[in-house]
Every structure is written in C-alpha cells, then in structure tokens.
C-alpha cells in the first residue's frame, strides 16, 4: 500500500466520523461521543473539532494526555 492510498484511507475515516456515519475513535476503536461543536473519545480523549476556530479553520484533530 502506498502513502498516497494510505491518506485517502484516513481522510475518508475522518469524513466518516464527522458525518456521524463512524461511531469509532480512530486511535483507540471506543466509541465516540458526539457534542453540539465536537466529537470526544471518552476512553482515550481524542477530540476533533472541539471548538468554534478550530471547525473554522477545517478538520483538525486534538490528542489529550490523558
């Protein structure tokens, strides 16, 4: 598999997730909780797009030492 097939894995994922299509946290495989502005992985923290800028700006993704 190439990088280039690789990306196209991942970003079509994260459109999965967003679209609340993927109830998966793409780092851990738990489920997900969907917020008004966010999604955020209970068990490990991932969050992505969890505030006003940030869903803005575009898809970004945010790990939280947990």
Do not use: K, W, Y
Request: some cysteine; hydrophobic content about 45%.
């Amino acid at each position: 598999m190439s990088v280039r097939a690789l990306h196209r894995t991942l970003d079509q994922e994260l459109s999965a997730l967003l679209r609340g299509v993927s109830l998966e946290c793409l780092v851990c495989g738990e489920f997900v909780l969907h917020g008004h502005a966010s999604i955020v992985c209970p068990e490990c923290g991932t969050a992505v797009g969890d505030d006003t800028a940030a869903a803005n700006a575009g898809l970004q993704l945010r790990l939280q030492a947990g």
